[in-house]
């Protein structure tokens, strides 16, 4: 997903200190590598490793990390609980959460999105990839790879639309906004296509955040797709 203009809708991590990380994998040398990059990274700290999703959801109450690289397969409690959990407690809702698997299964990427994942990445993104997912998602952005965003659209494509809560309170232009941003395009490429100013696509992305009571973009990919908005790439 492009996602590198985030915009006021999505403004989390405050400014002027590091981006705090946490990693979540039961391989050692996974987490060694991740806490590597993430530590030679300027503006950037690892506050902290877990090896399974229990550790995890105690390592966010103690360090409140920013944003969490979270493997989805892990013993005991497995990283979609962790999601749940997390999306569950109030007190943990400022911590963004990455997924971070070998798995590209259609399944699981939207079993993360709506149990409350930001991004998705696999475990072999080119080290600048997962770099900029944390940074994109800090900032409040949705970030999935563009082929997964592709995969995702085509499985809700097959399936149909729902029902979901919320629809008829948007305009046609954010029904229109939301289905954008469910294809991956950031507030720029967004207003290039539709030849308005990003300004106006910001405004609009971000009543309906609103009116959905969206956290975050991932959220407005979840809504579109269930509802059937989201537009072929």
Not at 2 to 20: C, K, S, V
Not at 109 to 134: C, I, W
Request: proline share 6%; charged share 25%; glycine share 8%.
């Amino acid at each position: 997903m492009t996602t590198h203009d985030p915009g006021p809708e999505a403004a989390l991590h405050a400014p002027g200190r590091p981006i705090r990380v946490a990693v979540a994998d039961d391989q050692a040398v996974v987490r060694m590598g991740l806490r590597a990059l993430l530590e030679r990274e300027p503006g950037m700290e690892c506050v902290g490793e877990a090896s399974d999703g229990a550790a995890a959801l105690d390592l966010i109450r103690r360090t409140h990390p920013d944003v969490l690289l979270l493997d989805i397969r892990m013993p005991g409690t497995d990283g979609l609980a962790t999601l749940r959990a997390v999306a569950a407690d109030p007190g943990l809702g400022g911590t963004r959460i990455v997924v971070v698997t070998t798995f590209a299964v259609d399944e699981y990427v939207f079993a993360a999105l709506q149990a409350g994942a930001s991004g998705f990445l696999l475990k072999d993104s080119a080290p600048d990839e997962l770099v900029n997912a944390v940074r994109v998602v800090a900032a409040g952005e949705a970030l999935l790879s563009p082929s997964i965003t592709r995969k995702v659209i085509g499985l809700f494509g097959r399936s149909g639309a729902e029902p979901v809560e919320g629809l008829d309170t948007l305009t046609p232009r954010e029904r229109e906004l939301v289905a954008w941003v469910a294809t991956g395009r950031s507030n720029d490429e967004i207003a290039a296509e539709l030849v308005i100013s990003p300004d106006t696509v910001r405004t609009h992305v971000s009543r309906a955040m609103v009116k959905l009571r969206a956290r975050d973009r991932a959220q407005l990919v979840v809504f579109a797709m269930r509802a059937g908005l989201a537009l072929p790439t």
